[in-house]
């Protein structure tokens, strides 16, 4: 199975890190913006809805007040139509309130009326807001209509009264809702800022002000803003308005009138700058973000490096440079310092336990000469050197007699002492063995046949010669062969030296023989 690396943790880690963090900075601060805009739009919303609720009842209030102060003028003038008509022709130029300015006797005959171009003067129009003002007897701002000449229209109108307090008929004054008027001029001003836009409602839900001037006189039905509005409450909301348009609306009702306005903005056309906020911000920050990953690939390199050195270099153990490589290994920071000396100190330990088994193996615990063993590999290994070297096989004579008259403590002994006698006489290279029981060899590397008979002749001389730890002297039978020379095969040049041995002792022991081949 494929394990993921350190590195590739540590650059995953960092990543998601990075990754996660960003998303939802970027995220927290989108929301905060966000909220923010949103409540600043409604507030905005609000605050302009409020203040041209209260200029639209102010300009009705002095429309009001125009046609009050022309309304006390006129009862003397009645009788006087050519005056009747230079007021409602001053009062339609002068204030511009208007679209049009009638006087109307109280059977609903228009005595006066500007424009001139009308040509209304002595008609008789039947309209909602002519019988309605004929009817109350009041000052009256009618609810919008359909007047008889067609036009949709808000009628604003003062009672006429004589000084004895008889009904004259009223003045009063049109405001075509569908063409240009003072409420456009007032409400228009500033309507339509970045998708922001007003419109007027009356008590009915009827549009008397929308900027699609096709919309003006149609009721609008299921707007959380107009419900709230007609029923005389300000304030702000989101909403999904009658054409499925989530909108951020502030509105404010009329006190003159059961009118309200409702200001509002499309919340998409709010969130826009937003959302272009956010994209410069991904795009300001991705080349640092590019190089953060570079750096932080760069930084799991380092950190990996010593751990993946290490678990390599651990894995050749047993290769002679381990140790030096692994020291070589830069372990800049502490888990990866004592992953190092635990790994050196662990390899100390095994390669120690491996010599001394290595000696435990090759070496005879009673002589501390090399055992068979050893003696085997080393003759193996000047084989595979194509090293000549000589044998020599040697014996105790009646050994088994020194043991049964000294006991086997002396015997071992004797063991001791001839493997010193060994050792004294050998150069460094050669090597001193104890093949078995009381049998013995010499293998003298670079060794010539005579030479090693010469050896062996000097070694039985001074064994025969001196004292051993018996008290006296011990024999040796040796026997003595070559490689190549005796035999082609390490076994095969050990057999010829045995054999040469055993020819000794057939010949009477105390004495040096050399293999059968050699003669
Ligand atoms: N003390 C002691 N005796 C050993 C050891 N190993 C073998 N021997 C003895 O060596 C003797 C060898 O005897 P044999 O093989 O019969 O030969 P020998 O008596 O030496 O006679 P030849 O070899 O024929 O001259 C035996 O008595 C073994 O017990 C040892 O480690 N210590």
């Known amino acids: 199975m494929i394990k993921i690396t350190l590195r590739q943790l540590i650059l995953l880690l960092a990543l998601s890190m990075a990754l996660l963090t960003l998303g939802y900075t970027l995220y927290a601060s989108y929301q905060t913006q966000r909220d923010l805009l949103m409540q600043l739009e409604l507030e905005n919303n609000y605050a302009y809805a409020t203040k041209l609720a209260s200029s639209t009842d102010n300009f009705l209030a002095a429309a009001q007040q125009q046609l009050a102060f022309s309304a006390n003028l006129l009862p003397p003038l009645m009788a006087h139509p050519a005056s009747l008509v230079a007021e409602t022709e001053r009062l339609k130029r002068q204030t511009n309130s208007f679209n049009s300015v009638v006087v109307i006797r109280p059977d609903g005959r228009i005595l006066a009326s500007s424009p001139a171009a009308l040509h209304l003067t002595g008609t008789r129009l039947d309209s909602a807001g002519f019988r309605e003002a004929l009817a109350k007897r009041k000052p009256l701002i009618s609810p919008p209509y359909i007047a008889s000449t067609g036009r949709l229209v808000i009628f604003i109108s003062h009672p006429l009264f004589a000084r004895n307090g008889r009904y004259l008929g009223y003045l009063g004054g ?65 909403l999904i308005n009658s054409r499925h348009v989530d909108m951020l609306a502030g509105y404010a009702p009329m006190h003159l009138t059961q009118w309200g306005i409702v200001a509002q903005r499309p919340t998409a056309d709010t969130l826009d700058g937003l959302n272009a906020l956010m994209l410069s911000i991904i795009r300001h920050a991705a080349p640092f973000f590019l190089l953060s990953v570079l750096g932080v690939w760069w930084i799991s390199r380092v950190i990996a490096q010593p751990l993946s050195r290490l678990a390599a270099t651990a894995r050749d153990w047993d290769s002679p440079a381990a140790t030096e490589e692994i020291n070589q290994v830069r372990a800049w920071y502490d888990e990866a310092d004592k992953l190092k000396r635990a790994v050196l100190a662990g390899l100390g330990r095994i390669n120690q336990k491996l010599g001394r088994l290595n000696v435990e193996n090759v070496t005879d615990e009673l002589t501390g000469l090399i055992n068979r063993r050893g003696m085997q590999a080393t003759l193996a290994q000047w084989q595979a050197e194509l090293r000549p070297f000589a044998v020599i096989a040697m014996d105790i004579d009646h050994f088994k007699w ?41 293998l003298l590397p670079g060794c010539s046949l005579d030479m090693a008979i010469q050896i062996a002749e000097r070694l039985r001389e001074r064994i025969a010669a001196t004292n051993c730890p018996t008290g006296e002297p011990v024999t040796l039978s040796l026997g003595v062969a070559h490689w190549p020379g005796s035999a082609g095969t390490v076994t095969a040049v050990l057999k010829a030296a045995d054999e040469a041995l055993y020819l000794a002792k057939h010949n009477g022991r105390n004495r040096v023989e050399m293999a059968a081949t050699e003669k």
């Open 174 to 238: 049109t405001i075509y809702l569908h063409e240009q008027n003072i409420l456009q001029s007032l409400l228009g001003e500033n309507h339509y800022r970045d998708g922001s836009y007003l419109y007027v409602v009356d008590n009915k839900r009827r549009l008397i002000y929308h900027r699609d001037t096709a919309r003006i006189g149609t009721v609008v039905n299921g707007n959380p803003a107009i419900e709230a509005v007609i029923a005389g409450r300000a304030g702000s909301q989101r």
């Open 402 to 442: 020194v043991n049964d008259r000294h006991g086997h403590d002396v015997g071992d002994l004797v063991l001791q002492y001839l493997a010193r006698q060994m050792c004294e006489g050998s150069r460094s290279d050669d090597q001193v063995c104890r093949s078995g029981g009381e049998e013995f060899c010499m």
